[in-house]
């Protein structure tokens, strides 16, 4: 099946009630074990690319594996930039082949914001590309941007409407209390999501798709797993999975995920290299790597976002 873009998703996924997971990727064994998993499930599935991912890995090699893993399934796949920062990278990401692409314009003024985002969204649309926006300021680290949480800001309600309007974005990221990278909260302090805010969003903006990021719920068992062989990650705390699941079945049609592939990767890379201190060739540890993307993204689509069986 071709890769598609979001608009038909999105509307699937307000009606029927459940989120559509975006993926980071940035290599083959990421974008096998995510697809895999959504074949098996039958969900449909964004790819999402960030800028950081395109200097590793290459926008053609990107591409190319992306429509490698669209051509073996037959499930929707939509193909995103995650953090466009400028008009260029959405262009080159639009003139390149993907099907929709964020322009992320929350660093700047609200005004300097809608006028990014609109010349985004001309040039997007007029290629039949979806575009998201965003309003709010998440805390936590998006490539080379480091946002201190006393910077992070809630998404104003009353700015939604003029932003939507004036600009003609397709979806749009807020700022509920989520955040970037795997230490989302302080130790001992209780995980808390402004579902306030994101109602007052809803009935303001009816029917309109809403995006979450910073997403990944930092499972205990990764955790474990990094730190018993060898790893570091004193106090990594995610969103909890029950509220990811109320975010779900909300406006909330896109919940991105990065962190957790990192995480299951890592821990499963961890695993086996000391359980194989001899192995030397690649495919041993990236095979359990990639099944463990496939088990994490898996899980995601089942008992959280409500996606599967929705293809
Ligand atoms: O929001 C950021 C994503 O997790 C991508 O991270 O910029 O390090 O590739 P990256
Ligand atoms: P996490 O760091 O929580 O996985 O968020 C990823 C993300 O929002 C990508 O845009
Ligand atoms: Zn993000």
């Known amino acids: 099946m071709p890769i598609t873009s979001t608009k038909e998703m999105f509307k699937k996924a307000y009606d029927g009630g459940y989120a559509v997971g975006a993926f980071n990727v940035n290599n083959m064994e990421i974008v096998q074990g995510i697809t ?24 053609a090699y990107l591409m190319k594996l992306v429509e490698a893993a669209a051509s073996e399934t037959d499930i929707p796949i ?15 990401c ?20 809608i006028e990014l985002t609109k010349k985004v969204v001309e040039y ?12 709010g300021q998440l805390a936590g680290v998006e490539d080379d941007v480091s946002v201190s949480e006393e910077d992070a800001s809630y998404t104003r309600p009353e700015e939604v409407e ?37 109602d007052s969003i809803t009935q303001i903006l009816p029917g309109f798709p809403i995006v979450l ?31 990811l699941r109320t975010a779900a079945k909300s406006a909330v049609c896109k919940i991105n995920i990065d962190s957790d592939i ?7 890379i961890r695993k086996h290299m000391a359980e194989n ?30 996606c599967d069986s929705k293809a």
Not at 94 to 113: A, P
């Open 36 to 59: 895999e998993a959504a074949q098996e499930l039958r969900a449909p599935v964004i790819l999402q690319v960030s800028a950081g991912a395109r200097k590793y890995a290459n926008h």
């Open 262 to 268: 990192r995480m299951a990767m890592t821990a499963a």
């Open 162 to 198: 003029e932003f939507v309007s004036k600009t003609g974005v397709d979806s749009l990221a807020i700022a509920i209390g989520t955040s970037h990278g795997a230490f989302k909260f302080k130790p001992g302090q209780k995980p808390r999501l402004r579902f306030d805010i994101l």
């Open 213 to 243: 990021h910073g997403a990944s719920s930092v499972p205990q068992n990764f955790l474990e797993q990094i730190n018993k062989y060898g790893g570091d990650m004193p106090g990594a705390i995610g969103i909890p999975e029950d509220m």
């Open 124 to 135: 997007a649309h007029a290629k039949g590309v979806t575009v998201e926006g965003e309003l």
């Open 78 to 92: 939509a193909l995103h930039l995650d953090h466009g920062a400028d008009f260029e990278i959405c262009k080159s």
């Open 94 to 113: 639009i003139d390149g082949g993907f099907t929709s692409v964020m322009i992320d314009g929350s660093h700047h003024s609200f005004k300097e914001n």
């Open 277 to 306: 201190p001899s192995h030397f060739d690649p495919r041993q540890y990236l095979l359990p790597a990639r099944q463990a993307v496939k088990d994490m993204v898996a899980h995601k689509i089942s008992n959280v976002l409500g």
